[in-house]
């Protein structure tokens, strides 16, 4: 158990559809990550927070939106969904953000768009 | 801008053999990770690797991280059906940790 906890487990929607991901971090973590997982995209960055403020950002679409509340768990927001949005989104958390040390990573949100 | 490649994308092994991964960067590294996902899993560290030369042991598994630090190299010794799963050497660009495809591993029993 990684300490950091993702819901829902999976989720099953239409496109054209709105959902939100949630993420709690590592007790203590001030840093949170969202990655996007497809099958013929590896292990793709989307953003990365640093406790509340944005702190990078990666090849996240603009229907994509995320933000890190002042009890540090996140959100991830798709909307206007697409079949191409299918994917496991994975959410991890580090103690810091800079890019060194290590990062937790959630069970991850299994999203299917039908 | 940088990139970093990771070789072989898949390798399939009998049990009992060795294997080798390697990431190679365009560009000098200021450190690299390892981590392995297995299969239905999520990425869990292994280690991470910050100084040129350095070379890191965990049991049957290897790390080296290159002279000139721009590549970096995972051994697995004597494979066994448990290290299946991909392996991926993310790097720090500017603070993001960027992950690749990684190389897929499977064990033959």
């Known amino acids: 158990d990684s300490g950091v906890t993702q819901t829902p487990k999976h989720l099953i929607t239409a496109t054209g559809q709105r959902v939100t991901l949630r993420c709690s971090p590592r007790?203590?973590?001030?840093?949170v990550y969202w990655y996007q997982q497809s099958l013929d995209q590896g292990l793709q960055f989307l953003i990365q927070?640093?406790?509340?403020?944005?702190?990078a950002k990666g090849n996240i679409l603009e229907r994509f939106s995320a933000q890190q509340f002042p009890d540090l768990h996140s959100e991830l927001n798709l909307s206007s969904l697409e079949l191409g949005d299918s994917a496991l989104y994975f959410c991890?958390?580090?103690?810091?953000?800079?890019?060194?040390?290590?990062?937790?990573f959630g069970e991850g949100s299994r999203l299917t768009v039908l | 801008g940088q990139q970093v490649m990771q070789i072989p994308q898949y390798q399939h092994v009998q049990e009992g053999e060795d294997f080798t991964t390697y990431c190679n960067s365009s560009t000098t590294l200021s450190n690299i990770q390892w981590y392995k996902q297995r299969p239905g899993g999520h990425p869990v560290f292994l280690i991470q690797l910050v100084k040129s030369g350095e070379v890191k042991k965990q049991k049957r598994l290897t790390f080296q991280f290159g002279e000139a630090k721009k590549n970096s190299s995972l051994h697995i010794t004597a494979t066994q059906t448990t290290d299946v799963g991909t392996y991926f050497c993310?790097?720090?660009?500017?603070?993001?940790?960027?992950f690749g495809q990684g190389t897929e591993l499977s064990v033959k029993p």
């Open positions: 007790s203590g973590d001030l840093s």
């Open positions: 927070y640093y406790n509340g403020e944005e702190r």
């Open positions: 991890a958390s580090s103690l810091l953000g800079q890019g060194s040390g290590e990062l937790f």
């Open positions: 993310p790097y720090n660009q500017g603070g993001k940790l960027i």
